[in-house]
């Protein structure tokens, strides 16, 4: 541990202290400051002038980044009839019914999202305890149960990412992988950015984005300015 702390204190010695970046600066720094042997993971995260618990301010949603995530994320639809052939022309990874529920209560998660159609959310939501912990429970804000699964699966595939506030008042996201060029990962940054921004509830007074920082699985948080210096 006492070597990879030391990793950290010299990746960290090289942000300055205090300082706000812009967009272009946050990346370039979280890329040089990288120390893993791995291709971390960029992530965002926002800490919005926003109180959960009021229903008006429970910002949740997803959307397609311009160049993915640079992670193949495997797709499990629950549906039945028609929809079953359909769900797999799109390419999704698992493709069941009452069968694959009773899979997952048993423990089996070899998937990373579920899409489900409406007349199967019945069924599912007798698995809330079991997913909704995980993060797991089909929601349509987030697009996940739809009649329209080839578009659901599609936008997965091609580098759908899902963002909700926690109660503290914080968005994180990934934006993409460190081996990424600049400008992939920044029009990714814009991209979530401008959508975030567009979702600012009306109740909201003053500053929306309070902090705004940007880093790499294993390196330190670099910070950015809310309006992205653009």
């Not at 990746?11 to 967009?23: D, F, M, R, S, V």
């Not at 052939?85 to 998660?109: H, M, P, R, S, Y």
């Not at 909704?132 to 659901?152: C, E, F, H, S, Y």
């Amino acid at each position: 541990m006492a070597k990879v702390g030391k990793k950290y204190a010299a990746a960290k010695a090289q942000i300055e202290k205090g300082k706000l970046y812009t967009a272009v600066e946050s990346i370039e720094l979280a890329k040089k400051v990288k120390f893993a042997n791995f291709d971390e993971s960029v992530e965002v995260s926002f800490n919005l002038n926003v109180d959960p618990r009021h229903a008006d301010q429970q910002i949740r949603g997803a959307m397609v980044l311009p160049h993915g995530t640079g992670k193949t994320q495997k797709v499990l639809v629950i549906t039945q009839g028609p929809k079953v052939q359909e769900a797999t022309d799109a390419g999704a990874d698992f493709v069941g019914g009452k069968e694959l529920l009773e899979d997952i209560k048993n423990g089996w998660f070899e998937f990373d999202v579920i899409v489900a159609t409406p007349d199967m959310m019945g069924e599912l939501g007798k698995l809330g305890r079991v997913l909704g912990p995980k993060g797991l429970m089909p929601n349509p804000k987030t697009g996940t149960v739809t009649t329209d699964i080839t578009r659901a699966v599609e936008e997965i595939k091609k580098g759908k990412v899902e963002y909700r506030v926690d109660k503290e008042g914080n968005i994180n996201v990934m934006i993409g992988k460190s081996s990424f060029d600049d400008t992939q990962l920044l029009e990714n940054f814009q991209a979530l950015h401008q959508t975030i921004v567009r979702v600012r509830p009306a109740a909201v007074k003053g500053s929306f984005i309070k902090t705004l920082t940007l880093s790499t699985t294993m390196g330190p948080a670099v910070k950015v300015q809310p309006d992205l210096g653009l």
